[in-house]
C-alpha cells in the first residue's frame, strides 16, 4: 500500500492517489490534494461540489454520475474541469476522500 | 532381409504404429465435454460463413432448426489440408515450403496407394497393360513426391535454422522431425534413379508382403529406402506430427463446436459436476472437499473467505 | 527499450530488472495529427517509491499492484510450489474438465510456425516487441507443462536445451505477461493447427487464481467478488440502480420530450434486459436509449433490481471458471425468478460471449433461458415498422468498431450493419472489420484495469493498431470541424476508447466521439425536440 503525506499527516493511499480510509478525510485534506494539483484555494464552488461529492457517497457507496453533479451543482461539465483540473472523477473525487471508482465506470 | 523378416519388420512396425494412432485418437475422443468456445468464421453456417455470420444472428435463434451446411467444412477442410489455407493466407512466406513437403507427403501416400491398389487387381486378373499404367502413374507420383519433399523438408529446416523469427522458437523436436522426413524422400531419390524399374520392384515387393511370399526382398537402394520410410511411420505417432488427427479436434470439437446445451450434454455434465474440486484459493473455497457444482452455486452471495 | 533477440529462458533469469521497457519512438506510428511523439502525452513511468514496492520486472508495467514478493527463499520455493500444483490441477479432469481438451490440443500441437504473432495487434503495436509475441508467452508455459507434468520431462528438458527454469521470476513474469493479452483469439484464427494462443493465457490467469489467489483487483477483489455481495462491480447497489435510472428516465424526459419510463421487476414479462450497470454512471444515454426504444415498439421488458439483476458484466469470462459460473448462475437464476420468456444481453461484448456460449453449459437445467443479443433484439425492432425514423437525422460519418466477444467470438456480424446502412447515411466500415476486427485494446479484462501505469500501456500499446483504424476510417474528413461518431456496441470498448481519446485529445482535434448503438436508433427516430446525439459536453 502506497502513502501519501497530506496536511501534515501520512495516509494510506491506493496507487493512483486516492484515500483507503474514508472516514480519516478532513477539509485539509482536500485543501492539501488541491495544492498537489497547483489549485491553492478553495472557493465556495469547490466546496459545493465538494460537499455534494462526499455525502452521496457516504449515503450509497458510489460517487454520484456527471450529469447528476452537473444538475445538483449548477456547474456544466467546462466548469467542473475549471474547478478540478483532472476532472470530477480523478480530482473531484480524490479531492473530497472517495475511494476510486471501480469496475466498468 | 530374407525370408519372412521384411513381412515380420514391416507389418509389426506398421502395427505398433497404428495402434499407437489409435490409442492417442481414443485418448483424444475420451476427453471430457467442454465448455463452449467456438470461433467465427464457422464453415457449417449455411448462407453465412462467406462473413463469419452464425446462427446467433437469428431474431430467436432457438425457435428455428440450426441451418447447417454439409459442403461447407468439407470443402474448407479439403483447402486447409490439399493447400495449406491458414498458411496461404497468414504466412505465405512461408507457404511454398510447406506446401512442397506436405504435398511431397501426399504424393508419396497416393503412389503407396496405387502400388498397393495394383498388388491386390494383378490378382484378380486385370488386364498387364492396366497394371502396367498403374505402374506408370505411380512412378510419376513418386518421383514428384520425393523431390517435392526433399526440397520441402531441406528448406524449412534451413528456414528455421536461418529465420530470426523461427529460430528462438525452434525446438530440438522439430529438426528431428524434419531430418527424419528429408531422410525418407532423399533415400527414395536415391533408390528411383538407381533400381533398374523402381516402380516394378516397388509393385513386387507389395504383392510379396500380401502373399507372405518368403523370397520378397528389394535391391539395397530400395531396402534402405524402406526401412527409413517403415522406422519413419512407427516413430511417426510418437509425436506432434500426428496433428492430421488433432485438427479435427481443435476445428470441429472446439472452434465449430457452437452446439447449445441439449439433454445428453446435461447427462455427462452431471457426471462431471460432481467430481470434487481441489483448486486452493480462498474463493474457491477448498477449505473442505466440493464438488464443481457446490463451488459454482453455493456461496454465490458471500465475500470471498468467509 | 526493446530488447533484441529476446529468448525463451530469459524469463526466469534477473528477477528484478524488466525485461523490456516501452519507448513511445519504438512502437508503429500514428498518422497525423498524432504523429509528433514530443506533443503526446508521455509514457508513465513508476515512481522511485513505486519501483521500489511494487513488482515490475516485467516490462515497468504493473497490473497488479498487491503481486507479493518473496522476503525468503522459503516464500520464493512456496509459490513456485503452488504454481506446480496449479498446473497439474489444470491438467486433470476433475479440476479443469472445463477446457482440459482445448488446453491439451493447444499445449500439445503446436508446430511453432510463428504465423500468430502477425495477426496480434499488441504485437504489432509494441514495433514487434518479442515480449508480447502470443508465442512467447505460450511456448514458455508449454515448455515448463512439458518439464514439470510429463513422464522424463526434467531429462528431456536438460537434453533437448529447450529448459525454462521455474523460479520467482519466471512466476512473477508469467503472471503479469498473462495480462498483456487482449483475448481477442486473432492468434487462433490465424493457427492452421487450430492451437489458440488466448486460451493458454486465460489458462494461465486462471491457475494464478484459483491456485495462488492471484488477480488484478479490478478483476476480482472489486470485480466479480464485490458483484456477487452487492449487485456491480462499480459498487451500484440495488436502490442506488433504481434510483439512479429514476433520475435518468426524468432528466432525460425533460430533454427530449419523451415520456422515458424504465420497468424494473416485472414478473412475466417477455424480456429481460440486462445491461452493464456502468452505462448507467458513465453512458446513460445508452440505457435510456433502451428505454425509449422499448417502450415505443411495445415491447414487453423489465429490468430487475435484485443483487446481479441489473449489471451483465461477468469478468470470471477473463480469468477464473468458479466466478464465471458463479456470476452465470447468479444471472440465469434471477431471470428464471422473474419467468421472463428470454435474457437480452445489453451492448456489453463480453457478457455475450459469457452468458450465451461459454458459460452455456454451466447453466442446467432450468437456468437454460433463452439469450439473446441486443445486436438481433435491436434490429427486428428497427425493422418491425412499430417506430418511424429519419435516416436523415444522422447525416453524419459513422464507423462500426466491431467488439471481440460479439463478433468474431459469436459470430455476429450483419443485424448491427443492417440497422447503420439503414439509418446512417454515411456509414463507412473500417479495415479490417467484421470477424477480422482489431480488438479495442481494452479486451480480456484491461478496461477495466488502471492501477499504476497499466492505463498508458492500454493506450499507447493495446489500443494502437485500433485508434489507427478509426483514422483511417475517417481519412476522408478528418478536421474536427465534421463531427464524426464511433459506434462501438460495448461498454468496455467505449471505455477504452475514452481512454484514448483522453490522452490523444482526438475529440478537439479530430471530432470523433464514440457510443453504442441504440443512441443512433433513438437519434434517427421521428418526433424528438431536438437531436439524442450530441457533441457538445452534458450541460
Given at each position: 500500500m502506497a502513502q501519501m503525506e497530506l496536511a501534515g499527516n501520512t495516509y494510506e493511499v491506493d496507487e493512483n492517489g486516492f484515500m483507503q480510509e474514508t472516514d480519516l478525510w478532513s477539509e485539509d485534506v482536500a485543501r492539501a490534494y488541491a495544492a498537489k494539483e497547483n489549485v491553492s484555494e478553495l472557493t465556495e464552488e469547490h466546496w459545493t461540489a465538494l460537499k455534494y461529492l462526499r455525502t452521496y457517497y457516504l449515503n450509497n457507496g458510489i460517487c454520484p454520475m456527471i450529469r447528476r453533479l452537473i444538475k445538483e451543482t449548477g456547474y456544466n461539465l467546462r466548469k467542473l474541469y475549471d474547478l478540478f483540473p483532472e476532472g470530477p472523477a480523478q480530482s473531484a473525487c480524490k479531492w473530497a476522500g472517495v475511494p476510486k471508482p471501480t469496475g466498468c465506470v | 532381409m530374407s525370408g519372412i523378416g521384411w513381412h515380420i519388420f514391416t507389418f509389426s512396425a506398421l502395427g505398433v504404429a497404428l495402434l499407437l494412432l489409435f490409442y492417442r485418437t481414443v485418448r483424444l475422443v475420451r476427453l471430457p465435454l467442454h465448455l463452449r468456445w467456438e470461433l467465427a468464421p464457422i464453415p457449417h453456417e449455411k448462407g453465412k460463413s462467406r462473413y463469419g455470420g452464425s446462427y446467433l444472428e437469428e431474431y430467436e435463434w432457438w425457435r428455428h432448426p440450426h441451418r447447417k451446411s454439409f459442403f461447407g467444412p468439407i470443402f474448407y477442410m479439403a483447402q486447409e489440408i490439399l493447400l495449406l489455407r491458414a498458411i496461404w493466407r497468414h504466412n505465405r512466406g512461408l507457404w511454398p515450403l510447406t506446401f512442397a513437403l506436405h504435398t511431397g507427403i501426399y504424393l508419396i501416400i497416393l503412389m503407396l496407394a496405387l502400388q498397393a491398389l495394383n498388388a491386390i487387381l494383378a490378382a484378380t486378373g486385370v488386364p498387364p497393360a492396366v497394371l502396367g499404367t498403374f505402374r506408370a502413374i505411380a512412378a510419376v507420383l513418386a518421383a514428384a513426391g520425393y523431390l517435392l519433399g526433399a526440397v520441402g523438408a531441406a528448406g524449412l529446416i534451413l528456414k528455421r535454422a536461418l529465420d530470426a523469427d523461427l529460430r528462438p522458437f525452434s525446438s530440438v523436436a522439430r529438426y528431428v522431425n524434419l531430418a527424419f522426413l528429408l531422410a525418407v524422400f532423399v533415400s527414395g531419390i536415391y533408390a528411383f534413379f538407381t533400381v533398374a524399374d523402381f516402380s516394378a520392384e516397388v509393385s513386387l515387393f507389395i504383392k510379396g508382403l500380401f502373399s507372405g511370399d518368403a523370397a520378397t526382398g528389394l535391391s539395397a537402394p530400395l531396402a534402405a529406402h524402406a526401412i527409413i520410410l517403415i522406422l519413419f511411420a512407427l516413430y511417426l505417432p510418437f509425436t506432434g506430427m500426428i496433428h492430421f488427427v488433432a485438427k479435427y479436434f481443435t476445428y470441429h470439437e472446439i472452434r465449430w463446436n457452437d452446439t447449445p446445451l441439449d439433454k445428453e450434454m446435461e447427462g455427462k455434465l452431471g457426471r462431471l459436476m460432481g467430481q470434487p474440486v481441489t483448486w486452493s484459493a480462498a474463493h474457491a473455497g477448498a477449505d473442505r472437499p466440493k464438488s464443481w457444482t457446490e463451488t459454482a452455486a453455493g456461496e454465490g452471495h458471500e465475500k470471498a473467505g468467509s | 527499450m526493446k530488447k533484441p533477440g529476446l529468448k525463451l529462458n530469459d524469463i526466469s533469469r534477473n528477477a528484478a530488472e524488466p525485461l523490456t521497457e516501452i519507448n513511445l519512438d519504438e512502437l508503429t506510428p500514428l498518422p497525423p495529427p498524432y504523429d509528433k511523439i514530443e506533443e503526446q502525452p508521455g509514457f508513465k513511468r513508476l515512481t522511485e517509491d513505486q519501483a521500489e514496492r511494487l513488482v515490475h520486472n516485467l516490462d515497468g508495467v504493473v497490473s497488479t499492484a498487491a503481486l507479493p514478493e518473496p522476503q525468503d527463499k522459503e516464500e520464493e520455493e512456496k509459490y513456485v510450489g503452488q504454481f506446480l500444483s496449479g498446473m497439474k490441477k489444470l491438467l486433470s479432469k476433475e479440476n479443469n474438465w472445463t477446457f482440459l481438451q482445448p488446453l491439451l490440443l493447444s499445449l500439445d500441437y503446436c508446430a511453432q510456425c510463428q504465423t500468430c504473432n502477425d495477426a496480434c495487434p499488441i504485437y504489432l503495436a509494441s514495433g514487434r516487441n518479442d515480449l508480447y509475441r502470443p508465442t512467447y508467452r505460450s511456448e514458455v508455459f508449454r515448455r515448463l507443462v512439458e518439464k514439470y507434468a510429463r513422464p522424463l520431462g526434467r531429462l528431456r528438458a536438460r537434453l533437448s536445451g529447450d529448459d525454462i527454469e521455474l523460479n520467482w521470476a519466471t512466476v512473477s513474469r508469467l503472471y503479469e505477461l498473462s495480462?498483456?493479452?487482449?483475448?481477442?483469439r486473432r492468434c487462433a484464427q490465424s493457427c492452421p493447427m487450430g492451437v489458440d494462443n488466448a486460451l493458454l493465457t486465460r489458462e494461465l490467469r486462471k491457475l494464478f487464481s484459483q491456485e495462488l489467489g492471484w488477480a488484478p483487483k479490478e478483476l476480482h477483489e472489486k470485480g466479480t467478488v464485490l458483484q456477487l455481495a452487492v449487485g456491480s462491480p462499480t459498487g451500484l447497489r440495488p436502490d442506488v440502480a433504481k434510483d439512479n435510472l429514476q433520475f435518468l428516465d426524468e432528466d432525460f424526459s425533460e430533454a427530449t420530450g419523451l415520456d422515458i419510463h424504465t420497468p424494473w421487476d416485472k414478473k412475466g414479462a417477455d424480456v429481460l434486459l440486462i445491461h452493464s450497470a456502468g452505462d448507467i454512471i458513465s453512458f446513460p444515454e445508452s440505457p435510456i436509449s433502451f428505454s425509449v426504444i422499448c417502450n415505443a415498439a411495445g415491447i414487453s421488458w423489465t429490468l430487475s433490481s435484485e443483487i446481479g439483476g441489473y449489471d451483465g458484466v461477468n469478468y470470471g469470462l477473463f480469468y477464473d471458471d468458479v466466478q464465471l459460473a458463479r456470476v452465470a448462475r447468479c444471472h440465469a437464476e434471477i431471470a428464471r425468478d422473474l419467468g421472463v420468456k428470454k435474457i437480452v444481453m445489453g451492448e456489453c461484448g463480453h457478457q455475450h460471449k459469457a452468458f450465451m456460449t461459454v458459460a452455456d453449459r454451466t447453466l442446467t437445467g432450468d437456468l437454460n433461458i433463452p439469450r439473446e443479443s441486443s445486436m438481433t433484439f435491436l434490429e427486428n425492432i428497427v425493422f418491425g415498422g412499430k417506430i418511424k425514423f429519419d435516416p436523415a437525422k444522422n447525416d453524419f460519418p459513422v464507423t462500426l468498431h466491431d467488439p471481440c466477444n460479439v463478433v468474431r467470438n459469436l459470430g455476429i456480424v450483419e443485424p448491427q450493419r443492417r440497422i447503420l446502412r439503414y439509418l446512417c447515411p454515411q456509414f463507412r466500415e473500417m479495415t479490417p472489420h467484421g470477424v477480422d476486427n482489431y480488438c479495442c485494446g481494452g479486451g480480456g479484462g484491461l478496461s477495466v484495469m488502471s492501477d499504476v501505469n497499466f492505463t498508458d500501456w492500454k493506450v499507447h500499446v493495446a489500443g494502437r493498431m485500433k485508434f489507427q483504424q478509426v483514422l483511417a476510417a475517417f481519412a476522408d474528413r478528418p478536421g474536427p470541424e465534421v463531427k464524426k461518431y464511433l459506434c462501438a456496441p460495448c461498454l468496455n470498448c467505449k471505455l477504452q476508447f475514452r481512454d484514448i481519446f483522453e490522452y490523444y485529445g482526438v475529440k478537439e482535434k479530430s471530432g470523433i466521439i464514440a457510443g453504442g448503438l441504440a443512441e443512433l436508433i433513438v437519434n434517427a427516430m421521428t418526433g424528438l425536440k431536438k437531436p439524442f446525439i450530441s457533441w457538445e459536453d452534458p450541460a
Amino acid at each position: 500500500m502506497a502513502q501519501m503525506e497530506l496536511a501534515g499527516n501520512t495516509y494510506e493511499v491506493d496507487e493512483n492517489g486516492f484515500m483507503q480510509e474514508t472516514d480519516l478525510w478532513s477539509e485539509d485534506v482536500a485543501r492539501a490534494y488541491a495544492a498537489k494539483e497547483n489549485v491553492s484555494e478553495l472557493t465556495e464552488e469547490h466546496w459545493t461540489a465538494l460537499k455534494y461529492l462526499r455525502t452521496y457517497y457516504l449515503n450509497n457507496g458510489i460517487c454520484p454520475m456527471i450529469r447528476r453533479l452537473i444538475k445538483e451543482t449548477g456547474y456544466n461539465l467546462r466548469k467542473l474541469y475549471d474547478l478540478f483540473p483532472e476532472g470530477p472523477a480523478q480530482s473531484a473525487c480524490k479531492w473530497a476522500g472517495v475511494p476510486k471508482p471501480t469496475g466498468c465506470v | 532381409m530374407s525370408g519372412i523378416g521384411w513381412h515380420i519388420f514391416t507389418f509389426s512396425a506398421l502395427g505398433v504404429a497404428l495402434l499407437l494412432l489409435f490409442y492417442r485418437t481414443v485418448r483424444l475422443v475420451r476427453l471430457p465435454l467442454h465448455l463452449r468456445w467456438e470461433l467465427a468464421p464457422i464453415p457449417h453456417e449455411k448462407g453465412k460463413s462467406r462473413y463469419g455470420g452464425s446462427y446467433l444472428e437469428e431474431y430467436e435463434w432457438w425457435r428455428h432448426p440450426h441451418r447447417k451446411s454439409f459442403f461447407g467444412p468439407i470443402f474448407y477442410m479439403a483447402q486447409e489440408i490439399l493447400l495449406l489455407r491458414a498458411i496461404w493466407r497468414h504466412n505465405r512466406g512461408l507457404w511454398p515450403l510447406t506446401f512442397a513437403l506436405h504435398t511431397g507427403i501426399y504424393l508419396i501416400i497416393l503412389m503407396l496407394a496405387l502400388q498397393a491398389l495394383n498388388a491386390i487387381l494383378a490378382a484378380t486378373g486385370v488386364p498387364p497393360a492396366v497394371l502396367g499404367t498403374f505402374r506408370a502413374i505411380a512412378a510419376v507420383l513418386a518421383a514428384a513426391g520425393y523431390l517435392l519433399g526433399a526440397v520441402g523438408a531441406a528448406g524449412l529446416i534451413l528456414k528455421r535454422a536461418l529465420d530470426a523469427d523461427l529460430r528462438p522458437f525452434s525446438s530440438v523436436a522439430r529438426y528431428v522431425n524434419l531430418a527424419f522426413l528429408l531422410a525418407v524422400f532423399v533415400s527414395g531419390i536415391y533408390a528411383f534413379f538407381t533400381v533398374a524399374d523402381f516402380s516394378a520392384e516397388v509393385s513386387l515387393f507389395i504383392k510379396g508382403l500380401f502373399s507372405g511370399d518368403a523370397a520378397t526382398g528389394l535391391s539395397a537402394p530400395l531396402a534402405a529406402h524402406a526401412i527409413i520410410l517403415i522406422l519413419f511411420a512407427l516413430y511417426l505417432p510418437f509425436t506432434g506430427m500426428i496433428h492430421f488427427v488433432a485438427k479435427y479436434f481443435t476445428y470441429h470439437e472446439i472452434r465449430w463446436n457452437d452446439t447449445p446445451l441439449d439433454k445428453e450434454m446435461e447427462g455427462k455434465l452431471g457426471r462431471l459436476m460432481g467430481q470434487p474440486v481441489t483448486w486452493s484459493a480462498a474463493h474457491a473455497g477448498a477449505d473442505r472437499p466440493k464438488s464443481w457444482t457446490e463451488t459454482a452455486a453455493g456461496e454465490g452471495h458471500e465475500k470471498a473467505g468467509s | 527499450m526493446k530488447k533484441p533477440g529476446l529468448k525463451l529462458n530469459d524469463i526466469s533469469r534477473n528477477a528484478a530488472e524488466p525485461l523490456t521497457e516501452i519507448n513511445l519512438d519504438e512502437l508503429t506510428p500514428l498518422p497525423p495529427p498524432y504523429d509528433k511523439i514530443e506533443e503526446q502525452p508521455g509514457f508513465k513511468r513508476l515512481t522511485e517509491d513505486q519501483a521500489e514496492r511494487l513488482v515490475h520486472n516485467l516490462d515497468g508495467v504493473v497490473s497488479t499492484a498487491a503481486l507479493p514478493e518473496p522476503q525468503d527463499k522459503e516464500e520464493e520455493e512456496k509459490y513456485v510450489g503452488q504454481f506446480l500444483s496449479g498446473m497439474k490441477k489444470l491438467l486433470s479432469k476433475e479440476n479443469n474438465w472445463t477446457f482440459l481438451q482445448p488446453l491439451l490440443l493447444s499445449l500439445d500441437y503446436c508446430a511453432q510456425c510463428q504465423t500468430c504473432n502477425d495477426a496480434c495487434p499488441i504485437y504489432l503495436a509494441s514495433g514487434r516487441n518479442d515480449l508480447y509475441r502470443p508465442t512467447y508467452r505460450s511456448e514458455v508455459f508449454r515448455r515448463l507443462v512439458e518439464k514439470y507434468a510429463r513422464p522424463l520431462g526434467r531429462l528431456r528438458a536438460r537434453l533437448s536445451g529447450d529448459d525454462i527454469e521455474l523460479n520467482w521470476a519466471t512466476v512473477s513474469r508469467l503472471y503479469e505477461l498473462s495480462y498483456r493479452c487482449n483475448l481477442c483469439r486473432r492468434c487462433a484464427q490465424s493457427c492452421p493447427m487450430g492451437v489458440d494462443n488466448a486460451l493458454l493465457t486465460r489458462e494461465l490467469r486462471k491457475l494464478f487464481s484459483q491456485e495462488l489467489g492471484w488477480a488484478p483487483k479490478e478483476l476480482h477483489e472489486k470485480g466479480t467478488v464485490l458483484q456477487l455481495a452487492v449487485g456491480s462491480p462499480t459498487g451500484l447497489r440495488p436502490d442506488v440502480a433504481k434510483d439512479n435510472l429514476q433520475f435518468l428516465d426524468e432528466d432525460f424526459s425533460e430533454a427530449t420530450g419523451l415520456d422515458i419510463h424504465t420497468p424494473w421487476d416485472k414478473k412475466g414479462a417477455d424480456v429481460l434486459l440486462i445491461h452493464s450497470a456502468g452505462d448507467i454512471i458513465s453512458f446513460p444515454e445508452s440505457p435510456i436509449s433502451f428505454s425509449v426504444i422499448c417502450n415505443a415498439a411495445g415491447i414487453s421488458w423489465t429490468l430487475s433490481s435484485e443483487i446481479g439483476g441489473y449489471d451483465g458484466v461477468n469478468y470470471g469470462l477473463f480469468y477464473d471458471d468458479v466466478q464465471l459460473a458463479r456470476v452465470a448462475r447468479c444471472h440465469a437464476e434471477i431471470a428464471r425468478d422473474l419467468g421472463v420468456k428470454k435474457i437480452v444481453m445489453g451492448e456489453c461484448g463480453h457478457q455475450h460471449k459469457a452468458f450465451m456460449t461459454v458459460a452455456d453449459r454451466t447453466l442446467t437445467g432450468d437456468l437454460n433461458i433463452p439469450r439473446e443479443s441486443s445486436m438481433t433484439f435491436l434490429e427486428n425492432i428497427v425493422f418491425g415498422g412499430k417506430i418511424k425514423f429519419d435516416p436523415a437525422k444522422n447525416d453524419f460519418p459513422v464507423t462500426l468498431h466491431d467488439p471481440c466477444n460479439v463478433v468474431r467470438n459469436l459470430g455476429i456480424v450483419e443485424p448491427q450493419r443492417r440497422i447503420l446502412r439503414y439509418l446512417c447515411p454515411q456509414f463507412r466500415e473500417m479495415t479490417p472489420h467484421g470477424v477480422d476486427n482489431y480488438c479495442c485494446g481494452g479486451g480480456g479484462g484491461l478496461s477495466v484495469m488502471s492501477d499504476v501505469n497499466f492505463t498508458d500501456w492500454k493506450v499507447h500499446v493495446a489500443g494502437r493498431m485500433k485508434f489507427q483504424q478509426v483514422l483511417a476510417a475517417f481519412a476522408d474528413r478528418p478536421g474536427p470541424e465534421v463531427k464524426k461518431y464511433l459506434c462501438a456496441p460495448c461498454l468496455n470498448c467505449k471505455l477504452q476508447f475514452r481512454d484514448i481519446f483522453e490522452y490523444y485529445g482526438v475529440k478537439e482535434k479530430s471530432g470523433i466521439i464514440a457510443g453504442g448503438l441504440a443512441e443512433l436508433i433513438v437519434n434517427a427516430m421521428t418526433g424528438l425536440k431536438k437531436p439524442f446525439i450530441s457533441w457538445e459536453d452534458p450541460a
